[in-house]
Structures are given as structure tokens and as C-alpha cells.
């Protein structure tokens, strides 16, 4: 981000912030803005950033916005509910996951803030089975066992799957494994289906020719979050820098939009995975960034109040209660 274009930011982000403070209250869900720190100061600032690989640095560099003018220091995880425990425990400052990793932190009461929101193509949220299975159907999953990281997007998703179908968890068992295990459960015949999101999807795809039992199309809305961490957001530096961040994130995902072929080769580089992987995947469209607002929110509550009522969340909670919007203004003019 150019000089000026930071600039910019930090002007929203005072304006922001002194609009709340001229009402004489801020949204009962947000914490105190600490005012922006000066770009000068920004130089001594480190920014903890979880990700899942190939994700958000592979976007950020493969559009050339990783110049940042504060330190970042990437830790990486295999999926969206560790990446939330490290929040959660202030060893990550901010990361980002799918729609369903901060609903279950939100009911365990971690200390996490929901900041930003994307939303992408629901048909890479998929559930799938060997080619030679002789399940059909969804409703054929009665007694079956189905792979799924536990707390993931895929969790949701396999819900909402088995709801449409009039199926519960309780009608199946799921057997909870992170991607790179349950992907060798899946081509052992170790379980009968495999509940998945991209790249893995992508991947199992090339390399066992699966077959689709369902995908999100009329169920998963799609949605994916930047998480915070409010002692990350109590902190005028970090604050600050988690600004920047996530405009240049935003940034990053239209440019993957308009340059799926420069996408696709980077997060190969990024992962090993081979480019047939990763520009199918691509082709499917990436994540564009959406506002938080009450939509996303009204989604967010519908899913975690199924999650409740099929017993995998053990208690009701309000998703808004761990909404934060300070960055509205700034994710705006992105």
C-alpha cells in the first residue's frame, strides 16, 4: 500500500473513532477504538497473523500487497478451530477461517472479535464419496461414517446437508479428522464419505475422480471471517495495523478475482499442491469481501441455532456478541 493510501486509512480510522466518541457511546457489541497510531510508530509494530496455508499470505503476495510497513509474523494452521484457540490465547493476533470455527469458540466463550467478512462460490463446500460406493443419496448415510474436521466450515456444511436430507448427526457417524488424515481414511475405505472444502476438494477430485453427493448450493451461505483478538484490538499499534491488513486483504481478494491464473500459480508455490489443483479451485472464484452487517449476522445466528439443536453446540448464544464493525469504514473504500 502506497504511503498515501495508508494515510487514507488512518484518516478513516480517527474519523471512525471520534465519531463514536462525539455520540457519547460506541455499538454495545464493540470495545473502546484506541485512537490510530502514527505512521512513524507503525515501524516497531508486530502483527501475529494466523492462516491456513495457501491462504491469505499467498493471496497478499500473489497480488504484490505483502509490503507492510509494521512486522508481520505468520503462524500457520491445518484449520479454522486452532487458528481460534491461538486467538483466543493471544498467541495469534488476527486470522481467518470459514462460518463455523467462531461459532464454536463463541460458545465455549473464547475471547475472540469477528471484524471481516467474504463470502464465496458455496459448490466448493462439498461432500463426497469414493467413485464405486454405492451410495447415491444422501439420505443413504444412515449409519454411515462420514470424515469431517470437527468445528470446520465442512462441520456446518454436513449439517445442513444431513438436515435437508431429514437426517441428524445422530443418524450418522462422523468421525472427526483434520484434512490430511481424513484423506487417507477416505481412499482406505476407512469411511464412506468425506465432508470437504478447497483446495482438498479440488485435490481429492484429481486424484480419485470422487463422486459428488452434495455440494452448499442451497444450504452453506458461504461466508468466511477475519478473527481477532481484543487485546490485539485494545492495542493503538496493532489496531492499527490489523486497518491496514485487512484493506490490503480485501484488496487482494478482488485481484484474485481479475487474476485467477496469477492465483492459481501462486497458492501452487505455496502449498505443493499441483496448479491442476489449485486452478480448478481458483475457477470456482475466491472469496470477495463482504460487509458485516445484519445479514451476515442473521446467517451466522441461523447456523449456530442449528448447531444447537442437533446438540453439537451445548448451549444457545447471541453471534453478535462477538461481532465487532470499527473496521466498516475503512474495508468500505476497499
Same mark, same amino acid.
Given at each position: 500500500?502506497?504511503?498515501?493510501?495508508?494515510?487514507?486509512?488512518?484518516?478513516?480510522?480517527?474519523?471512525?473513532?471520534?465519531?463514536?466518541?462525539?455520540?457519547?457511546?460506541?455499538?454495545?457489541?464493540?470495545?473502546?477504538?484506541?485512537?490510530?497510531?502514527?505512521?512513524?510508530?507503525?515501524?516497531?509494530?508486530?502483527?501475529?497473523?494466523?492462516?491456513?496455508?495457501?491462504?491469505?499470505?499467498?493471496?497478499?503476495?500473489?497480488?504484490?500487497?505483502?509490503?507492510?510497513?509494521?512486522?508481520?509474523?505468520? *503462524?500457520?494452521?491445518? +484449520?479454522?478451530?486452532?487458528?481460534?484457540? #491461538?486467538?483466543? !490465547? &493471544? %498467541?495469534?493476533?488476527?486470522?481467518?477461517?470459514?462460518?463455523?470455527?467462531?461459532?464454536?469458540?463463541?460458545?465455549?466463550?473464547?475471547?475472540?472479535?469477528?471484524?471481516?467478512?467474504?463470502?464465496?462460490?458455496?459448490?466448493?463446500?462439498?461432500?463426497?464419496?469414493?467413485?464405486?460406493?454405492?451410495?447415491?443419496?444422501?439420505?443413504?448415510?444412515?449409519?454411515?461414517?462420514?470424515?469431517?474436521?470437527?468445528?470446520?466450515?465442512?462441520?456446518?456444511?454436513?449439517?445442513?446437508?444431513?438436515?435437508?436430507?431429514?437426517?441428524?448427526?445422530?443418524?450418522?457417524?462422523?468421525?472427526?479428522?483434520?484434512?490430511?488424515?481424513?484423506?487417507?481414511?477416505?481412499?482406505?475405505?476407512?469411511?464412506?464419505?468425506?465432508?470437504?472444502?478447497?483446495?482438498?476438494?479440488?485435490?481429492?477430485?484429481?486424484?480419485?475422480?470422487?463422486?459428488?453427493?452434495?455440494?452448499?448450493?442451497?444450504? *452453506?451461505?458461504?461466508? +468466511?471471517?477475519?478473527?481477532?483478538?481484543? #487485546?490485539?484490538? !485494545? &492495542? %493503538?499499534?496493532?489496531?492499527?495495523?490489523?486497518?491496514?491488513?485487512?484493506?490490503?486483504?480485501?484488496?487482494?481478494?478482488?485481484?484474485?478475482?481479475?487474476?485467477?491464473?496469477?492465483?492459481?500459480?501462486?497458492?501452487?508455490?505455496?502449498?505443493?499442491?499441483?496448479?491442476?489443483?489449485?486452478?480448478?479451485?481458483?475457477?470456482?472464484?475466491?472469496?470477495?469481501?463482504?460487509?458485516?452487517?445484519?445479514?451476515?449476522?442473521?446467517?451466522?445466528?441461523?447456523?449456530?441455532?442449528?448447531?444447537?439443536?442437533?446438540?453439537?453446540?451445548?448451549?444457545?448464544?447471541?453471534?453478535?456478541?462477538?461481532?465487532?464493525?470499527?473496521?466498516?469504514?475503512?474495508?468500505?473504500?476497499?
Amino acid at each position: 500500500m502506497r504511503r498515501r493510501d495508508f494515510l487514507t486509512v488512518l484518516a478513516i480510522s480517527s474519523t471512525g473513532f471520534l465519531s463514536a466518541c462525539a455520540g457519547g457511546r460506541t455499538d454495545p457489541q464493540q470495545a473502546p477504538v484506541p485512537p490510530p497510531a502514527p505512521p512513524e510508530q507503525l515501524a516497531s509494530v508486530t502483527l501475529r497473523v494466523g492462516d491456513q496455508k495457501g491462504n491469505s499470505r499467498s493471496l497478499l503476495r500473489s497480488a504484490g500487497l505483502d509490503d507492510f510497513p509494521y512486522t508481520v509474523e505468520w *503462524a500457520t494452521f491445518p +484449520s479454522g478451530p486452532p487458528l481460534l484457540e #491461538a486467538i483466543s !490465547a &493471544d %498467541a495469534v493476533d488476527i486470522g481467518g477461517v470459514g462460518n463455523t470455527p467462531p461459532l464454536f469458540a463463541a460458545a465455549a466463550k473464547a475471547k475472540i472479535r469477528v471484524v471481516a467478512a467474504s463470502k464465496g462460490n458455496v459448490a466448493s463446500d462439498a461432500l463426497v464419496v469414493l467413485p464405486d460406493s454405492p451410495l447415491q443419496q444422501v439420505a443413504q448415510l444412515r449409519g454411515r461414517k462420514i470424515a469431517v474436521a470437527k468445528g470446520s466450515s465442512a462441520h456446518g456444511q454436513i449439517l445442513l446437508t444431513l438436515r435437508k436430507a431429514g437426517l441428524t448427526p445422530a443418524d450418522v457417524e462422523l468421525v472427526y479428522l483434520q484434512p490430511s488424515d481424513a484423506m487417507g481414511a477416505f481412499k482406505q475405505g476407512s469411511v464412506d464419505a468425506w465432508a470437504i472444502w478447497d483446495p482438498y476438494f479440488s485435490q481429492i477430485q484429481l486424484e480419485s475422480a470422487v463422486r459428488l453427493l452434495a455440494d452448499g448450493r442451497g444450504t *452453506a451461505n458461504g461466508l +468466511s471471517f477475519q478473527v481477532a483478538g481484543p #487485546a490485539a484490538l !485494545a &492495542d %493503538a499499534g496493532r489496531n492499527t495495523a490489523i486497518a491496514d491488513y485487512l484493506v490490503r486483504l480485501a484488496r487482494a481478494q478482488r485481484f484474485a478475482d481479475a487474476n485467477r491464473e496469477q492465483r492459481a500459480q501462486a497458492w501452487a508455490e505455496d502449498t505443493g499442491l499441483p496448479v491442476e489443483v489449485t486452478r480448478r479451485a481458483t475457477e470456482l472464484g475466491p472469496d470477495l469481501p463482504v460487509e458485516l452487517n445484519a445479514e451476515v449476522i442473521r446467517s451466522e445466528q441461523e447456523l449456530a441455532d442449528a448447531f444447537v439443536a442437533a446438540e453439537e453446540i451445548p448451549r444457545r448464544f447471541e453471534f453478535a456478541e462477538f461481532v465487532d464493525t470499527r473496521f466498516a469504514a475503512q474495508l468500505a473504500t476497499a
